[in-house]
């Protein structure tokens, strides 16, 4: 599945950058591009970094630092270069000023005619980002005709009391997931990726990274050519099919003991080792791979299960599972099982399961995306920031009124002063 990805704000942009350096490491290792453009152009062809602020634009090692792939705004206007200083109105008014600059860089030099979809990126908590990212997926939306997804980063719990980051998200989930054109919504918890021990800046390198990488398999096992790592294929169709509404993925690795690798089923039906391998291993290669399905499903980008009689279930309209590792772990039996699983933890819900055999020869992983996800605690995230929103805006209001009136009251004892 190939994409063209536009992060907005700084910290859309430096996911996206993340996505520069995964696309590398997948064209060098697999020779498997992800992002649109030919052999002999650069990786970062079909990548573009949006923002106001043109010091944000300077940390991006990945994506070119050109105005062919990074579009500076406002620069005609009072910003200046500046940023949007966690106004997210102003974000989005800039971007609708600067729609034929969006458009235009993207369109000549992204070769988005190639590309299956598009994925524009930002976090929610900032100005930049959250204020544009819905403006930018209609502008491509309407132009280019494709699917476009969006990706939006929720802010860490520290954030919650600040009313600028969460009265910023609120409005940016409101508008990308109620109001906007956007196929699909994936939604990320910033929280779920931090380590307390690290400092912020290891962090926030750690987070875009594991974000990024959570799309590796699912991007490349469509456009893969060798012949030895093609399985049950699922290609860019089944994908877009299941994308929509508001959207989570998540993936989970274990390491395959050496000593219990085995072959594929046709492989064992074929050897002349198979009378000789104990049913002990089939067994623990089972169960290890059922621990991976249910781990994707725990390390969704957002926790969005609900309890029923004791289980975590999830509320869902489609899941899709992917699993990737040695040729001799991808066996029927265990795709069924992957099925099956989410069968029964995704009741009700629309099934794509498919394999990426052979690429890894030392660990297994299965990648879940579960779509147009409803009751559960991704739904009770998004209902608190509402409300929360509604809650601090009222409170703003109210002080902003009594500091009016209480000045009001000063400046009458002035009065009798006389002006200089």
Not at 275 to 284: G, L, T
Request: proline share 3%.
């Amino acid at each position: 599945m190939k994409l063209v990805v536009v992060g907005t704000g700084q910290g859309g942009s430096n996911i996206a950058d993340e996505f520069v350096a995964l696309g590398q490491w997948v064209w060098t290792n697999r020779r498997v591009r992800i992002f649109t453009g030919t052999e002999s152009d650069p990786i970062a062809k079909g990548v573009f970094a949006v923002n106001l602020g043109a010091g944000d634009l300077y940390g991006l090692e990945h994506i070119p630092q050109t105005d062919d792939h990074t579009i500076l705004l406002g620069t005609t206007d009072e910003f200046r270069g500046r940023g949007a200083g966690k106004v997210n109105a102003d974000g989005a008014e800039q971007s609708r000023r600067d729609s034929r600059k969006i458009v235009s860089t993207i369109r000549d030099h992204g070769d988005v005619y190639t590309a299956d979809a598009i994925m524009v990126i930002a976090t929610t908590a900032g100005g930049t980002g959250s204020g544009s990212v819905g403006v930018i997926v209609d502008l491509l939306k309407e132009e280019f005709k494709k699917p476009v997804y969006a990706m939006l980063v929720l802010p860490f719990e520290n954030q919650y009391d600040e009313p600028d980051s969460v009265i910023n998200t609120a409005t940016c989930l409101k508008k990308v997931i109620e109001n906007s054109k956007a196929d699909a919504v994936f939604l990320v918890d910033n929280q779920k990726f931090a380590r307390k021990q690290d400092a912020m800046g290891v962090n926030f390198a750690t987070i875009n990274r594991k974000i990024a990488d959570s799309f590796m398999d699912i991007l490349c096992v469509g456009e893969e050519t060798d012949r030895r790592f093609i399985g049950e294929v699922l290609d860019a169709n089944d994908v877009i099919r299941i994308l929509k509404g508001p959207t989570v993925i998540g993936v989970s690795h274990v390491a395959v003991p050496t000593s219990k690798k085995t072959k594929s089923l046709f492989g064992r039906l074929r050897g002349p080792d198979r009378a000789q391998q104990h049913f002990s291993v089939s067994k623990a290669q089972i169960e290890r791979a059922q621990n991976v399905v249910t781990q994707a499903l725990s390390e969704l980008s957002l926790d969005c299960e609900y309890v029923e009689e004791g289980r975590a279930l999830y509320d869902a309209q489609h899941v899709l599972g992917l699993f990737s590792g040695p040729a001799g772990e991808a066996t029927e039996e265990i795709v069924e099982m992957m099925d099956n699983t989410f069968a029964e933890l995704v009741p009700g819900a629309g099934r794509r399961k498919g394999t990426y055999p052979g690429r890894t020869s030392d660990t297994i992983s299965v990648t879940a995306i579960v779509a147009n996800i409803g009751e559960g605690k991704a739904m009770d995230r998004i209902e608190w920031f509402y409300r929360e929103a509604a809650n601090m805006m009222n409170t703003s209001k109210d002080r902003r009124e009594g500091r009016g009136r209480r000045w009001e009251d000063i400046s009458k004892l002035s009065d009798v002063l006389p002006n200089l």
